[in-house]
């Protein structure tokens, strides 16, 4: 029997055996085989299992975008951090960021040292982490975990009972003498961390062999963990009593357990000195959480509840979801005299279309997610409500207080993941890109969208010292994206500025306040579709154009594409996927071509001499094949294709001449100046849903 001639659900049990060039190989090899080399199963095993990539249900990829991933995560992946930088959490040092003086401190030890970053910044020397799967915030640091299996940290893990020195540069966190730590050359099953959860002061991880290990002080080393009551198998997350995932709180951790349940305990202050290693604490069992599809003989209120699909910890709430499409809470406090979880019957519904998929939250907050695309918030006043109500003799209707929160925007517009802070939360799109919502506190930066001033011109206006977003009720499906290209900061500083045309913008500039509120508005959303189509170039201008055309299977991503959005306290933090050569084609849309000199007009292929031609094509050749090798981007080749064919002129900013656009305000009335209407992108939106009260 000949390979082909094999059933596909035979073939496809197959291919993970082989390595990326063993299977490209195979695929390569004959026509029938063709047909698979782009087998989503495939690139999707072997990318999550080669770059320890954490599990995202709502991430649905084929085959290609898949393959690009596994391209991509090698050697384009990057970590940006944003907001508050009181410990060095943000990775930074004072000299990286250029904030107002006094905008976003909150003071206190060291933390004259470092500023706030109010815009997307990468962490400083990433290189010693090696390629990043997941990045995660804590209430003062932030923690990365590497292809490898190894933990960094930036910041401080516990500033309040453990005021250590913040740590600005990446720092690996250790494990007790013992537990050799795996690196790139030395693999322990047990020190190589799978997964891990970052709670406000501390982080557990999980390892290959399914230990659990716990950190609360980034000084000392790790504790693994061992309960009183339940026993854990180290089976590589394989049978009963195998752990399959981790979950770290505010003040409390929890594991879900391979027929147990979801587990919850309290946290262990202090680590590991010279003669402990691991600590046995109480622990305590959501009820009614070890359900399992093939499990025989479960009790009743397991079998009601149904298998649970993922769970979080809250500040003092275990929320969870289950196959049969509902969602329930417990109190995590270890003494709790509430007999089973509660269902929070307001987040489900009766319909077929309708499956929950997946749940995520920190702190306070939590959203739920649809397979129609809805997205539920709640947070810990409506679980209160929840469990009170189970308590009382007769069940209350569910009124506004038991009602989910529905935000518009994000609705059925592809939102895969959630990240929430003490006041903010952004939500990461399918196509790569992060929206904010919320307030950031003292005007940190949490938002992500831009300094000071600049902010309110996106639509995060001031209030008692606090930036909130403020999005257009005219627009219900208005969006506020946070913008990796430092370019776009730039432009929106540029017309903040108005050099030279002050005249026409300084009546414009004076609308820029919570009292006109709508103008903001406005601007913030003919800002934000010019920086939806930015890769596009500008309207009408003589630019640099491509060199190629964008064919490949990543052509409808962005230069930045984010794999993970992440946030805790007053910070934020994203994994990034940078594209350099895509983003140096887009900058260079944005710049005019100066008129060459009259003597020497440009022409990129001169005629030659066949001779010289030949000559000339083979060492070009030999030194793009040298640079391609070296690893250098096409960046480098294009600055240097325009200095020698411009000469000492350089080009400029197509928006040099801008200025703060004037624009229709929905009222009806027109901002003030004597220049033309801006245009809009996409067409002036419908202002008839605008309420004049805000």
């Known amino acids: 029997m000949l390979l082909t001639d094999l059933p596909v659900d035979i073939l496809v049990l197959i291919f993970p055996y082989l390595g990326a060039p063993d299977f490209l190989s195979l695929t390569s090899s004959c026509k029938a085989l063709l047909t ?46 944003w907001g508050n ?37 990468p962490i400083q020397n990433e290189t010693v982490v090696g390629i990043v799967s997941d990045v995660q915030c804590g209430g003062w640091s932030t923690v990365l975990l590497n292809a490898v299996g190894q933990l960094f940290i930036v910041g401080v893990l516990n500033a309040e009972t453990f005021p250590s020195r913040a740590t600005v540069e990446p720092a690996k ?29 501390h982080v557990l991880g999980l390892s290959d062999s399914g230990k659990i290990w716990e950190w609360s002080n980034n000084n000392l080393k790790a504790m693994f963990v061992k309960f009183l009551s339940v026993d854990i198998t180290e089976n590589h997350g394989q049978g009963r009593g195998s752990v399959t995932r981790v979950a770290a709180g505010w003040a409390g951790s929890s594991a879900y357990i391979t027929g147990c349940g979801i587990v919850f305990w309290k946290n262990m202050p202090g680590g590991a000195d010279s003669e402990t290693d691991g600590y046995l604490t109480q622990s305590k069992i959501v009820p009614g959480t070890s359900y399992q599809r093939h499990s025989r003989g479960c009790p009743s209120l397991d079998t009601r509840i149904g298998e649970v699909i993922n769970h979080i910890v809250l500040d003092h709430y275990i929320v969870f979801i289950t196959r049969k499409n509902k969602v329930f809470v417990y109190p995590v406090d270890i003494d709790s005299l509430i007999a089973e979880p509660v269902e929070l019957r307001t987040f489900s519904e009766d319909s077929p279309d309708f499956h929950i998929e997946d749940i995520q939250g920190q702190m306070c907050n939590f959203g739920v997610f649809s397979s129609n695309g809805l ?49 903010h939360f952004h939500a990461l799109h399918s196509d790569g890109t992060i929206t904010s919502y919320g307030t950031e506190p003292r005007g940190c930066g949490a938002l992500g969208l831009a300094f000071s001033d600049l902010a309110s011109l996106r639509g995060a206006l001031p209030s008692n010292g606090d930036r ?43 609308l820029v306040s919570p009292a006109v509120e709508e103008a903001c508005q406005v601007w913030g959303e003919w800002l934000e579709r010019e920086g939806r189509a930015w890769h596009l170039g500008p309207r009408e201008t003589t630019t640099f154009s491509d060199k190629t055309p964008d064919a490949n299977a990543d052509a409808d991503n962005g230069a930045y594409f984010a794999l993970k959005i992440t946030a805790a306290g007053w910070h934020s933090g994203a994994l990034v996927l940078v594209d350099e050569k895509k983003a140096e084609r887009v900058r260079h849309k944005w710049l005019v071509q100066p008129t060459p000199p009259i003597d020497k007009p440009y022409t990129h292929n001169e005629e030659q001499n066949p001779l010289i031609q030949a000559v000339s094509g083979a060492g070009m050749w030999l030194y793009e094949t040298g640079r391609r090798f070296l690893g250098l981007t096409e960046r480098d080749s294009l600055q240097t294709e325009i200095k020698e064919n411009l000469g000492s002129k350089h080009p400029t900013d197509v928006w040099a001449n801008d200025v703060l656009p004037r624009l229709r305000l929905p009222s009806g009335g027109v901002m003030p100046g004597t220049a033309p209407l801006a245009e809009w992108r996409g067409g002036e939106p419908d202002f008839s849903g605008w309420r004049t009260d805000g």
């Open 375 to 423: 997205v539920l918030l709640g947070n810990s006043d409506l679980l209160k409500a929840f469990v009170e109500a189970s308590q009382a003799t007769t069940q209350p209707p569910l009124h506004e207080r038991y009602q989910p929160r529905i935000i518009p925007a994000l609705q059925k517009s592809s939102v895969i993941s959630l990240a929430f802070g003490d006041y």
């Open 173 to 201: 966190l250790s494990f007790p003498p013992g537990y050799p730590p795996t690196t790139k050359d030395r693999y322990d099953p047990a020190t190589a961390i799978n997964r891990f959860s970052v709670g406000r002061s």
């Open 85 to 121: 930088n009181e410990k060095g959490n943000l990775g930074h040092s004072t000299h990286k960021i250029q904030n107002p003086p006094g905008r976003g401190l909150r003071r206190g030890p060291g933390a004259h040292r470092y500023q706030s970053a109010a815009v997307p910044l």
């Open 468 to 510: 909130r977003v403020s999005l257009p009720p005219w627009n219900r499906d208005g969006r506020r994206t946070v913008w990796f290209e430092q370019e776009k900061i730039v432009w929106l500083s540029h017309l903040r500025i108005y050099k030279g045309r002050e005249n026409e913008a300084e009546q414009r500039l004076r």
């Open 36 to 81: 698979y080399r782009q087998e989503p199963s495939f690139w999707h095993g072997l990318t999550a299992e080669t770059f320890r990539l954490p599990p995202q249900p709502l991430l649905r990829a084929d085959g290609a975008r898949w393959q690009w991933l596994y391209k991509s995560l090698a050697t384009q992946s990057r970590v940006f951090t």
